[in-house]
Nanobody, 122 residues
């Protein structure tokens, strides 16, 4: 069973960058598409980015397209989210999760990590 641990969050000024990591345990990491989601206070969890099991395809929410980049290293059982040109509205807890399908739908994802806080100051 894959367990996920996110890291790399923190406080950054608007326009800055952060790189989130999601480390997975287990032998089946490379079998899953991986996604990043985020949840701001008082809001529902929302899709940010997804990558196929082999890293060949990616998709992004319109709100982060052109600023965020998802990638993965299957040899290290890790998926990354490079976040550039950060805005205050990117402030949220960021979660990674796995999916058997290449999807942006929340309900397709399982094995959520504990999340990492990203705070962007104006």
């Amino acid at each position: 069973q894959v367990q996920l641990v996110e890291s790399g969050g923190g406080l950054v000024q608007a326009g800055g960058s952060l790189r989130l990591s999601c480390a997975a345990s287990g032998r089946t990491f490379s079998s899953y598409a991986m996604g990043w989601f985020r949840q701001a206070p008082g809001k529902e969890r929302e899709f940010v980015a997804v990558i196929t099991s082999n890293g060949g395809s990616t998709d992004y929410a319109d709100s982060v397209k052109g600023r965020f980049t998802i990638s993965r290293d299957n040899a290290k059982n890790t998926v990354y989210l490079q976040m550039d040109s950060l805005k205050p509205e990117d402030t949220a807890v960021y979660y990674c999760a796995k999916s058997l399908s290449y999807s942006s739908a929340l309900g397709h994802f399982r094995s959520w990590g504990q999340g990492t806080q990203v705070t962007v100051s104006s």
